[in-house]
């Protein structure tokens, strides 16, 4: 099962920033929030993840609170290309299984209209 | 070049028939799995294989078997296959050794429909 909580859909404007909210207030200590997102069919881009510290590169900044309960993705000038599915997931052990995997939920639509 | 590639791109292909995706990448991973995603966009984990032995083997009908003859390459051959099985399925790759701090690359996945 997921164990994070996003809206189901949000709009942004063409040139400002969307900021993606995320909850996921039973990760662990040493689980990873990870961030994707997929255009149309294609396959899941990656974009950012991290563990405790706020992360940026070149596609996006993420936000981690100090407990750890919760996240923002940014993206700090939405294009039109950037309309997509965004998936936040804590990356986690399979149940009953040796190895982890991403798992994920519905995401959050992001429509960037201009 | 691309990272993780799968083939085909499209299977078109009727009731009761045998087919195979392949995969591979170039990544130098050591950890490949397969997801499915379903008419309704649920992407949900399959298998998945690292260092060519089976790690991750979810509630998947044993008519279908991941092969993975080397680190850097994932078959999926599916038996007697059926209308449900229609679907996108994408393959991914990752670096085990850094643990769970490792992303995943996904292939462009294979769009399966089953007549």
């Known amino acids: 099962d997921a164990k994070t909580t996003q809206p189901p859909s949000m709009d942004c404007a063409e040139g400002r920033a969307a900021n993606l909210p995320c909850n996921h207030s039973t990760i662990s200590g040493n689980e990873y929030v990870y961030w994707y997102r997929q255009i149309h069919s294609q396959g899941p881009q990656y974009i950012i993840h991290g563990l405790k510290n706020n992360e940026t590169n070149e596609m996006a900044s993420l936000i981690i609170t100090e407990d750890r309960k919760s996240s923002t993705l940014i993206l700090p000038h939405a294009t039109l290309r950037d309309t997509a599915v965004y998936y936040c997931?804590?990356?986690?052990?399979?149940?009953?299984?040796?190895?982890?995997?991403?798992?994920f939920g519905k995401g959050t639509t992001l429509s960037v209209s201009s | 070049d691309t990272a993780v590639s799968q083939t085909p791109k499209y299977l078109v292909t009727q009731m009761g028939n045998d087919k195979s995706i392949k995969c591979e990448q170039n990544?130098?991973?050591?950890?490949m799995y397969w997801y499915k995603q379903d008419s309704k966009k649920f992407l949900k984990i399959m298998f998945s294989y690292n260092n060519k032995e089976l790690i991750i083997n979810e509630t998947v009908p044993n008519r279908f078997s991941p092969k993975s003859p080397d680190k850097a390459h994932l078959n999926l051959h599916i038996n007697s296959l059926e209308l449900g099985d229609s679907a996108v399925y994408f393959c991914?790759?990752?670096?085990w050794g850094t643990g769970v701090g490792s992303p995943l690359h996904f292939g462009n996945g294979t769009r399966l429909t089953v007549t």
């Open positions: 990544l130098g991973h050591d950890t």
């Open positions: 991914a790759s990752s670096q």
């Open positions: 997931i804590v990356r986690a052990r399979v149940a009953n299984q040796a190895g982890t995997a991403l798992i």
